[in-house]
């Protein structure tokens, strides 16, 4: 999904070779954390929000909507919810 082997994701992985900007920016797309994340360990108090953001980038306007209502929904639920 990210256009490279299992093999040079692991050799990444161990350290054992280095990537391309194109390498990183198709991990970070992916996997919806921040490139501070995968090359240094460093996540921002708001990571759930900016992933979250980053993925949706890549949805269409129906599936963005989808995913509106969805939250929506739960949002209304949980606010029902708490009242009782």
Same mark, same amino acid.
């Given at each position: 999904? &990210? %256009? ?7 050799q ?8 391309? &900007? ?14 501070d994340? &995968?090359?240094?360990?460093?996540d %921002?108090?708001?990571?759930?929000i900016? @992933? &979250?953001?980053?993925? =949706? @980038? ?7 909507? =989808?995913i509106?209502?969805?939250? +929506? %929904?739960? +949002? @209304?639920?949980?606010k029902s919810r708490?009242? +009782?």
């Amino acid at each position: 999904m &990210i %256009d490279i082997s299992e093999v040079f994701l692991g050799q990444i992985e161990r350290g054992e070779c280095s990537l391309s &900007i194109k390498t990183l920016t198709n991990i970070v797309a992916f996997s919806g954390s921040s490139a501070d994340f &995968i090359l240094y360990g460093n996540d %921002d108090p708001n990571s759930y929000i900016n @992933k &979250i953001n980053r993925m =949706l @980038k890549y949805c269409s306007n129906n599936t963005l909507e =989808l995913i509106y209502n969805l939250i +929506h %929904d739960i +949002h @209304k639920f949980n606010k029902s919810r708490n009242r +009782h």
